[in-house]
């Protein structure tokens, strides 16, 4: 089993039912207070479920997701909505999370209004406040989101799920939609304010170079279960699970002696339907250190070069072989 950390988060497993499709297997996963877990993984890997069921746009069919001890997964009503205060997402897309219609003033106010935060001449004040923490002009308050730009939208975005003060934020692909050049931006300013406000993230992403800069732990998901967890800097010196190893090797490293050494896992294949998820390890279909046993006995979730690193492989002492010179990380 996992070890369980500070109490905001303390373990959330689930199982989801989509028909007959498990989208999300058995996932246990805890999140220590003022920290990042990276959650990483392909589309179709169950990442943005997980996200989803935190925020209970969907239920779970089985588990809890404890939040403060509370389960989030039963609660109901009046209950949940002061639980749900607490926790706020950020999406992909800020052209779509932002309604046209409404000035930016009051899509940020909206959240105090609907959460009885504060009186609508408090909102007004608070608005221009968050506006200021966000990079923002206060004068940008009378405005419609089409006047601004990706990276601006999405600070307009961050501004809105901060208006209730929430502990916890899940960031669902934050800056995939945006400019390479804006991107960085953004995740400094989600850093900044973590530090600012002891916020507690649970960021999604594809992308493990983004991860990389944000995440103080990181959990590998494949088709709807985590296959790897471990602390940032020793999951990328040490992956120990052949699908980390293969998502690391597409991470550009800007050192080229490191890049001109480094052994790289192409994976070969295309990510299998979630209705037919391969028998054994789920992982055998793609994975080059596949063998016989693979196919037939699904690996179990343990503990490998230490407690805090976890990983679901057979062979995953051997996978030093394949990748004799792995990437240091950067700064
Ligand atoms: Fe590859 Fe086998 Fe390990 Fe699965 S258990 S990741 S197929 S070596």
Request: net charge positive; with cysteine; aromatic share 6%.
């Given at each position: ?23 999300v ?5 805890s ?5 990042t ?30 939040f ?20 706020q997402?950020?999406?992909q897309?800020?052209y ?11 899509l ?11 009186s ?13 923490v966000?990079g923002?002009r206060?004068?940008?308050?009378d405005?419609?989101p089409h ?6 939208r ?5 501004a809105r ?25 953004v ?8 530090r600012?406000?002891s ?9 493990l ?18 296959v ?12 120990q ?30 990510l299998?339907s979630?209705?037919?998820i391969?028998r ?13 046993i693979?196919r037939?006995?699904?690996?179990p979730?343990e503990?490998?070069?230490?407690r ?13 072989t394949?990748?004799s ?7």
């Amino acid at each position: 089993g996992l070890k369980t950390y500070f109490p905001l988060t303390q373990g959330i497993v689930f199982q989801r039912k989509v028909g007959d499709i498990r989208a999300v297997d058995d996932v246990s996963l805890s999140i220590e207070r003022g920290k990042t877990l990276g959650l990483v993984g392909e589309s179709g890997s169950g990442k943005t479920t997980i996200a989803r069921t935190l925020v209970r746009l969907y239920k779970p069919t089985a588990g809890k997701i404890l939040f403060d001890g509370k389960d989030l997964a039963t609660l109901e009503g009046e209950e949940l909505r002061r639980v749900r205060q607490r926790l706020q997402m950020i999406f992909q897309d800020p052209y779509a999370s932002l309604n046209p219609r409404f000035t930016i003033g009051s899509l940020i106010g909206e959240p105090m209004h609907i959460y009885k935060t504060a009186s609508p001449k408090e909102v007004q004040e608070q608005v221009v406040e968050l506006l200021r923490v966000v990079g923002l002009r206060p004068e940008y308050i009378d405005r419609y989101p089409h006047e601004f730009s990706g990276g601006q939208r999405q600070r307009i975005a961050v501004a809105r799920a901060l208006a209730i003060n929430p502990d916890f934020i899940i960031a669902d692909e934050p800056v995939s939609a945006l400019d390479v050049s804006v991107r960085a931006q953004v995740l400094n300013l989600l850093q900044r304010l973590q530090r600012q406000f002891s916020l507690t993230y649970l960021f999604v992403s594809h992308d493990l170079s983004v991860v990389r800069h944000v995440a103080d732990r990181i959990a590998v998901m494949y088709l709807g279960k985590i296959v790897e967890l471990a602390d940032r800097d020793e999951l990328y010196a040490s992956p120990q699970h052949p699908y980390t190893m293969a998502l690391l090797s597409a991470v550009p490293i800007p050192d080229p002696q490191i890049e001109k050494k480094r052994k790289r896992i192409i994976l070969t294949g295309d990510l299998p339907s979630p209705i037919n998820i391969p028998r054994g390890c789920r992982f055998h279909t793609r994975c080059p250190m596949a063998q016989s046993i693979c196919r037939e006995v699904e690996p179990p979730f343990e503990a490998k070069r230490g407690r805090e690193h976890y990983a679901a492989c057979h062979f995953s002492d051997q996978t030093s072989t394949l990748a004799s010179s792995t990437p240091e990380a950067s700064p």
